[in-house]
């Protein structure tokens, strides 16, 4: 059993018991626990149920790398699926439940997988479920969605805050072992900015556990000095539970902490996500161990032998009473001699090397336990728990000489270097035969903005196993990093370490050598993703040679981990499978983050309310608590109509614009741009931006324009005023201001910078309310002040003045055909204005309206709308708007684009309203059918709807749309397309429907 | 005039770090050549503020000059007192290419004062806020969260943040929500 | 994510301060022009893996659109400079030159 030993656990408090829940057992463990150790110390081993055989599964690592041990963490808002026991911290009240098993994790319908895994092989998914097609669809896929995958979503809103913190340091460091933090010592010192982060609560990394000596004291001690040494300095921040967790471009670096984790009582965002500009970055991110593969290795109980170590020494808990060691290298031989003084058996060390030499096989040796060299594991027995190992020669096929019984196996296959940061933007590896192991390759790192390399690797991520030189590589690293980066300072002495002496390691990628097809087909390389040497072996036998095709086709490092333990293994077993050697196979990409971190971390405060900017006008408080309807015009809300207690949207919609029509209206605005264009060459330049002459506008007078892009689409539209000799103001549309401003800003800065022309966006320093219908003038008359007569203001011209106490300025333009001023007044003082203007209007019916209104009554009037009409694909002479087309002027933005064929070509589309002949409203966007199908089988079509609507003025379905040749096709009937198969029969009309003569705005 | 109102007519959300609006501001942008002498002189005669280098803001009491681009300044001097600036600029600038406007309303002001309110503003923008980097008198226009914005430090605690009136909302509660989310522990 | 120093302000801007505008040095072709002119104005681009010349614009700082020369390969950045110019500054091909010996790009080398 695995339990909880006397003497060891140094960051285990024995004195503070925590209590928690697995599966709704409770539970005890101790502050400074893992969920894995405290787990572990209650001899829960059964953890989880693998992905695809539901077979059980204990924990195999004791860190980031661990694919077996994940749980759904917390209830309601605080649950989330997938954590990893052993990057867990417990704490007081964690709740934990196993995940991917039903109905328990004991007892597992879906194990019966396991039975079938001679079905089940690489590629089944794609070869079963192809055919027939719709299967995949409606049978195969409902079924697996229930029967596999990992944790369920979250169904409740996650309630914590989040946030960002951008930083620019010279030095990154990534990993807080003895590589890093000699690395920041370094960089520290020259008085570089330098930031280091540490993945997990503690310092040290694998040092600590191991305590070699260092600067001649325990590691320990060497850590805590330096750590507090690196605390002190000024320019130097220190960072645990914080992992490096992507680099990119440019020195860009994503740190991932994790605040309150571990002590979710804490009032803090829960996870911040550091964005670092770093202009060197040190990667010290240490090695992770790789198991050996031989059949029975995932059944629980079999764990890497540095994290059999690491539960011993950091958490006081042993993962078995008996523990074979199985190994091709010396490190694992420190698992046995640490397990061996805490009391625990360890009968044997199963060596699969021939012979070796060093320190710790002394030691060992000394300690009195058996080594058995040539020698490797045949298979693993046992369920949910080991109970025994058989073991057989390494040179062989798996005859078993002699069975041992024990609960746990220790196993080591070497290490491989974390070279995911160094990797994620372009690192380069080299094969390091000697010690079996991609490392980073120095030559060829990743490249910054400088052409240079940007990124260094330290210590054991860099190849160097050992302290001695894992320490003095670190301490280069960091002073080299601070140089480049510009810091001047001395970086003073590297410390200095020393090592037992160690024999070296040999390959193992399969053991034994020469394991049969049964053994082969129980030997897992991803435990997560249920991947076997037989299942990679299979793919290569298929044709799947290229390493990343392989990958796909086995699900090899696909699963959570992203294959921290299984891609060298898998890699290795590849390459023996088609003869090449490892380099020549390569590795698939890294690609970060390292491990996963939470959406919430990459959204940061945008969440909720601040999950994106609403732009509000200085009305919109007002319309808010009188019943605006929203809609959203960019990042506007515009109310749509203004709903009334007892009215549909529908009911308000007609409301208002019979009121309008009949009485007053009143519109929000302020959303439309406006732009001062102002300069001796800003008539000439609006000359080229406008389709129309705009230098020849009398200042005093609006003119209509259409603007257009040099593909001769048109792109906006709006009311121009001449202010002065030198000064336009141009309205855009509400969500053509910025775009158009910069579109301005374009030309005169790229193209005609010699001009004397300058810009300026005003639009939200106005607030424009539009005043309209047949009692417009007399509620301005009635606040008083400026001439709104129809002499002293006729239609198209502008004045500046007071109305009421406002400092105003009156466009007479209308948009709906009635009598219609649209005022701009200070932003500031827009509410007051609107205020004004409900109050004096009360006696002539006011009502304000919304944009639903609003569009009604343009179309009402024939009125194109940029966004309705318009699609990018639409020139004036579609919408019938040669008029604004100057024939004057020799060029302007789009002039050259419409005598290309296709624009003017005489059979496009053209605009015309729409009149159906049961007075129904026609379906947005609905095709005009034609006879006959095109090429692909799909009925011809001659036309569409682009605006439709029911006006309750004329209490019918009004149109507009583009149809082919329409202007000329007056009074013919075709016929448009509804969702639900059927045709309306529609009339083409004029496309002005109310107020033919505009005798209406004209009073 | 006694009806006009800031965006947010003065919301405080206290703390360890204060997030406060300013209040009606006056703003006038002016276009022009910031080499010209007339340009510089008539700057400093309606702020009293020493003409700013790139990337500077000067203060003179609350009024301030803040480079915004090669060819653009930002004017602050009070609500009020907009119209007749304007009035001294077109005097000054007269027959010159250039253009003045009141932007006053167009936009919000919003103060981030305490401890740690570099630590807010870096949560927020991508810019290097480090200590020795920037400083009292230095401008940025950048964005915070997801809008634009222009701020400069009045004092070693105190950032003053402009954006768009239409979004003076969201950045308010964005910088608020990052005071409440508390020291970093970094600057 | 890129970053590139903004020749107007003065900034080393992070590529979430920009905005991407296209190919730089385009030369309009307006009304006079050949239906083959005018079609590789509006839809002929250099899509190199290598040096490249683009237009930005400092969109949320200084508003400017500016220039940069740059391996779209590598991401290396040999410089940025102004706008008002119809071809690169020489110190920056000479320091592509230096890099990238053999360099074209449309008519500059």
Redesign the interface.
Known sequence: MSTRLANTGRLVNKNKAVSFTFNGKNLSGFDGDTLASALLANDQMLMGRSFKYHRPRGVVASGAEEPNALVNLGTGPDFEPNQRVTTTELYDGLSATSQNHWPSLEFDVGAVNKHLSRFLPAGFYYKMFIHPRPFWKYVYEPIIRQSAGLGKAPKTRDDD?Y??????VDVMVVGGGIAGLSAALAAGRTGA?VLLVEQTAHWGGRAVVDQPTIDGTPAEDWVNTTLQALEGMGNV?VRNRTQGSGV?????VLAYERITDHAPDV???RH?LW?I?AKQIVTATGAIERPLSFAGNDIPGVTLAAAVRDYAVNWGVSMGDRTVVVTNNDDAYRTAITLKKAGLDVPAIIDARDGAMGDLIEEARDLGIRIAFGKGIAKVKGNKRVTSVGICAQAGEGAELEEIACDCVAMSGGWSPVVHLWSHCGGKLVWDDAQAMFRPDAERPP?????QGFVTTAGIANGHLFTAEGIADGFAAGRAAAKTAGAKGKAGDAPAGSDAAEGAISPVWLMPQGAKQALRSKAWLDFQNDVKVSDVQLAAQEGFESVEHAKRYTTLGMATDQGKLSNINGLAILSKSLNADIPNVGTTTFRPPYTPISMSSIA???KG??F???????ISDWSNANGADNEPVG??RRPYAYVRDGETVHDAVNREVKNTRDNLGLLDASTLGKL?V???DAGKFLDMMYTNMMSNLAVGKCRYGLMCT??GFLSDDGVVARIDDETWLCHTTTGGAERIH?WM??WL???W?DW?V?V???????AQIAVVGPNARKVLEKLGGMDVSKEALPFMQWRDGKIG???ARAYRISFSGELSYEIAV????G??FWDALLDAGEEFGVMPYGTECLHILRAEKGFIMIGDETDGTVIPQDLNLQWALSKKK??YLG???H???HMADPNRWKLVGLETLDGSVLPDGAYAIAEGDNANGQRNVQGRVTSTYYSANMDRGIAMGLVHNGPDRMGEVIEFNKVDGGTIKTKIVDQVFYDKDGEKQNV | MSNAVSALQGAVAPGEVTVREGGLQGMITLRGDLSNAKLKSVCKTVTGANFPKMGEAKMSGDNALAWMSPDEMLILVPHSDVADAIAKIDKALKGQHYLAENLSDARAIIMVEGTFAREVMAKLAPVDLHPDTFKPGDFRRTRLGQVAAAFWMKDDDTFAVICFRSVADYTFRLLAAGAKGGAVGHF | MLTLNCPYCGVDADETDLHGEGEAHLKRFGPNSTDDEFHDYLFQRQNPKGVHFERWRHVYGCGKFFHAARCTATLEVFGTYLAQTLEPPQDIKDKITAKRPSWTWGNFS
Do not use: M
């Open positions: 805050a946030e960002h913190f951008n930083i620019n900015r921040t990119y471009d440019h020195g860009y009032d803090a965002p911040r964005r500009r490249l910054g903005a400088d052409g940061g405060p945008a309310d601040l994106q900017p609403i732009r509000l006008t200085p990042q506007w001062i102002k300069g001796a040099e593909n910069a800003e374009d800065q790229c193209e910078w004397n300058y300026a966006n005003v639009t939200e320093q106005l106490d406002f400092d200070p932003a500031s003082q509410r007051a020799t060029d002039k050259r684009a005598s290309r064929s």
